[in-house]
């Protein structure tokens, strides 16, 4: 397992949505896990396993690219990632597009007793998903 907090990150980032190793989420994240994103509240393992299940779904080739921290503070981190793949299933009402995509998250982790307890983000994807279609 992990020691600092910069390395349960990168692990996430590797086990959980580079290979898709949905074992490894009790481990990194706490039972009462929540994640704000898009002005709505997510809460649980389970909606981490479902979100990664869906990413992967869609963008079976996903990778990242790089996780750069930002800034780290007592039990928070501030970092964001890159990751691309190839869009080849709907996802978030968007059907496939076949292309290529890369968008940059941006994460505000905060830890409790070893694990990721919430965490704040930012997404480009749905940007990205979208600009593979013709303007009107």
Not at 74 to 86: E, K, P, S, Y
């Amino acid at each position: 397992m992990a020691q600092s907090n910069e390395e349960r990150v990168r692990l996430a980032n590797d086990e959980i949505v580079g290979k898709g190793n949905l074992g490894v989420v009790d481990e990194i994240f706490a039972t009462d896990y929540v994640v704000h994103a898009g002005g709505k509240d997510f809460k649980g393992t389970e909606f981490v396993r479902r979100f990664i299940g869906q990413l992967r779904s869609a963008i079976p080739d996903i990778r990242v690219v790089e996780v750069a921290l930002l800034i780290q503070a007592d039990d928070t981190i501030a970092w964001q990632r890159t990751l691309r793949g190839t869009h080849e299933a709907e996802m978030m009402g968007i059907p496939p597009t076949g292309q290529t995509v890369e968008w940059r998250d941006m994460m505000v982790t905060r830890f409790a007793a070893e694990k990721i307890a919430e965490e704040w983000t930012a997404s480009e994807l749905a940007g990205q998903l979208f600009s593979q279609f013709p303007s009107a």
